[in-house]
């Protein structure tokens, strides 16, 4: 069996690549090549475009991992010939024309606060307890305090072709996740027929068990 070194990592909304580093950490303990994409989360097609240079720029396969938002993305950025499989962390995983607007119209949306000049923010009051409840109340705060402003519009764009349906996924579920609730996860995983673990963790569970975070991926990598 061939392992793929390349593993590709990308973010989801409210936040940044550096929420990776655990995950990064434990990777490239083991000898693999991780690459952290920083979106900018203005729309999903400049999102995917970033994506795809990174994948572009690669020496080889890769594993392609996503994270909330960071699922759609990779969905429409997979079907880059560079990708030999998916792995969705407490993520959406749409179909061909959904998108995070169309997936969080029912259950009901977590606690985005109104948009402001068309980017969106979650209500910093309640950050820790809907985002990072398993995480110290210091670094949650931090997270709160430093949000990545969020478009509109990236939460309106839609998948045209979702990758999964192409390639092998795998997909961890947060059990205590209160951003995409663990029934919608679930859902969502069982249509792509994706490969599934489940970890107790909140939406946050990249940051806060990254080791566990980390064996999924090398499992992706075989």
Do not use: N
């Given at each position: 069996m061939t392992t793929i070194r390349n593993i590709v990592l990308v973010h989801g909304g409210f936040v940044d690549g550096s929420g990776w580093r655990g995950v990064y950490d434990e990777l490239t303990r083991n000898g693999l090549r991780v690459h952290i994409v920083q979106n900018p989360t203005l729309s999903l097609a400049d999102d995917v475009a970033v994506t795809r240079r990174v994948l572009d720029g690669l020496d080889g396969p890769a594993v392609l991992v996503g994270h909330s938002y960071g699922g759609v993305v990779i969905s429409e950025a997979g079907a880059h010939p560079n990708v030999t499989s998916l792995v969705y962390i407490a993520a959406f995983a749409p179909d061909k024309g959904e998108s995070v607007s169309t997936l969080i119209?029912?259950?009901?949306?977590?606690?985005?606060?109104?948009?402001?000049?068309?980017?969106?923010?979650?209500?910093?009051?309640?950050?820790?307890?809907?985002?990072?409840?398993?995480?110290?109340?210091?670094?949650?705060?931090?997270?709160?305090?430093?949000?990545?402003?969020?478009?509109?519009?990236?939460?309106?764009?839609?998948?045209?072709?979702?990758?999964?349906?192409?390639?092998?996924?795998?997909?961890?579920?947060?059990?205590?996740?209160?951003?995409?609730?663990?029934?919608?996860?679930?859902?969502?995983?069982?249509?792509?027929?994706?490969?599934?673990?489940?970890?107790?963790?909140?939406?946050?569970?990249?940051?806060?068990?990254?080791a566990a975070v980390a064996d999924l991926i090398r499992e992706a990598a075989i």
């Open positions: 119209a029912d259950p009901p949306a977590p606690p985005i606060l109104p948009p402001q000049e068309g980017f969106l923010f979650l209500d910093r009051d309640t950050f820790a307890a809907s985002f990072a409840a398993d995480l110290p109340g210091q670094v949650a705060a931090f997270m709160a305090d430093s949000q990545v402003p969020w478009g509109v519009d990236a939460l309106g764009g839609s998948v045209t072709e979702p990758a999964w349906r192409h390639k092998p996924s795998w997909y961890l579920v947060a059990t205590e996740d209160r951003m995409i609730p663990p029934p919608a996860q679930r859902m969502m995983a069982e249509r792509a027929g994706a490969k599934v673990v489940e970890v107790i963790g909140s939406h946050a569970v990249y940051v806060s068990q990254p």
